[in-house]
């Protein structure tokens, strides 16, 4: 079984455009991301799927530096990426992973993905019921489920958000989901808008020198101590579809 890791990656954010190379200490949000996600046991390889847009050549270039394979297709049309990317590398299992998630935690995606491997669900995430704070995310389908998905969807909501149609049509694939011991929905660590980069510049400026490796409750616990920083995008509402 090939597990592999998609990351929907694009430079023409709406709200904060080039957020993904955006620096903290020196280094670009992807490539923590990419860092975190490589410490990941039960991945076999991470992807980032970009589109095919001079601007995203960008991300291209990233991705050639840093030895990371790079997918590129349509900018709308997401589903299709994910479908073609998928098919290209051969994947049975896809984890689909949006690149606003600097500090994903790959003990939290291969939790998901153990979960998977152990039912018979054709869907499983953190977010069927949340209870992960946000920028966490993570979703794990079977290629099965994903080509039929890409087959039948129609709607421009459908082929833009990858998992959409999965929630669209309740009864035609099994889901399950995956909650954490300790309800943490409320916190936001995903980065989409100036606020949101600001919280992330001050957890990866202050967790990341002694502890590179650290978890979501290394989080939890830092901003504990430091209440205010809760407030920094806590009003900050999310986008009423799932993606990226």
């Known amino acids: 079984m090939k597990i592999i890791a998609i990351i929907q990656a694009r430079m023409g954010s709406t709200r904060l455009p080039g957020k993904i190379l955006k ?3 020196g280094k670009p949000l992807l490539q923590y991301q990419i860092e975190r996600l490589r410490d990941c046991e039960e991945l076999d390889e991470v992807i980032i799927a970009t589109t095919e847009l001079s601007k995203d050549n960008l ?3 990233f991705c050639k530096e840093n030895n990371i394979i790079c997918f590129r297709g349509s900018e709308q049309d997401v589903l299709s990426r994910y479908f073609l990317a998928a098919k290209q590398y051969k994947a049975d299992v896809v984890v689909r992973i949006t690149s606003d998630c600097p500090l994903i935690d790959p003990e939290i995606v291969d939790k998901v993905i153990k979960y998977y491997k152990d039912n018979n669900f054709d869907y499983v995430s953190n977010v069927l019921e949340r209870t992960f704070p946000r920028g966490l995310d993570t979703e794990v389908f079977s290629f099965t489920s994903l080509e ?8 421009a909501d459908e082929r833009e958000h990858v998992t959409l ?6 009864n035609e694939f099994t889901k399950g989901n995956v909650k ?11 980065v989409d ?9 001050k957890i990866l ?3 990341f020198v002694g502890n590179p490796k650290f978890r979501l409750m290394d989080i939890i616990t830092l901003m504990e101590k430091n209440p205010s920083w809760y407030g920094i995008n806590a009003h900050i509402e999310q986008k009423k579809v799932l993606g990226e």
């Open 193 to 201: 808008t100036e606020e949101d980069f600001t919280l992330i510049e």
């Open 180 to 190: 954490n011991d300790r309800d943490l929905h409320n916190y936001r660590l995903t």
């Open 23 to 25: 620096k903290v200490n």
């Open 165 to 170: 149609y999965y929630y669209n049509k309740e």
């Open 205 to 207: 400026s202050t967790l």
């Open 59 to 61: 991300v291209a270039d």
């Open 148 to 155: 039929k998905v890409y087959i039948e969807a129609k709607t």
